[in-house]
């Protein structure tokens, strides 16, 4: 749906909601106003909003009109990886790093990977770390246990 919207319209306004704008309705949604026109012509730079704390906040932004503006250039990854994703908020830092070549690009390397089998591939010494689904520990997670040095060379069995 993202590349639909970049090929076909002009994104005029992107504004992030406060997770409880429909808490009334028992919903904390992320939900974000993306004002559109038909037709690549309009494009010119983008009003954000990022999200605020409340719909207080909230209704604040949108009466002054507090808006950002960024090109569609600056808050899209449209490298060869992404998805069209939007970066909204996302520091200068951040957008250059994630703007610049990928790791997997420039270096020969594992990524995302399931050893299929911890006994054989996995080492209780500290070595290159490793970790298993860090997600459901969220900001922080200590190593499940390490990759061997010579983990390249043992045979990895394909994992579909």
Do not use: W
Request: charged share 25%; aromatic share 8%.
């Amino acid at each position: 749906m993202r590349r639909q919207i970049l090929k076909e319209t002009s994104i005029h306004h992107i504004l992030l909601c406060p997770i409880d704008l429909f808490r009334q309705q028992q919903a904390d949604v992320r939900t974000c106003i993306i004002i559109l026109q038909k037709g690549k012509q309009y494009q010119k730079s983008v009003k954000i909003g990022n999200r605020v704390r409340n719909i207080e906040a909230f209704k604040n932004l949108l009466s002054k009109r507090d808006f950002s503006q960024n090109s569609l250039d600056e808050i899209t990854l449209n490298g060869k990886s992404d998805f069209s994703e939007f970066l909204i908020g996302v520091p200068n830092d951040i957008r250059r790093l994630l703007k610049s070549p990928r790791l997997g690009d420039s270096f020969n390397c594992i990524t995302g990977i399931s050893t299929g089998n911890d006994g054989k591939y996995l080492v209780k010494e500290p070595g290159v770390p490793f970790y298993k689904n860090p997600g459901s520990r969220k900001f922080y997670t200590a190593p499940d246990g390490y990759l061997p040095d010579d983990f390249l060379a043992r045979k990895m069995t394909k994992i579909s």
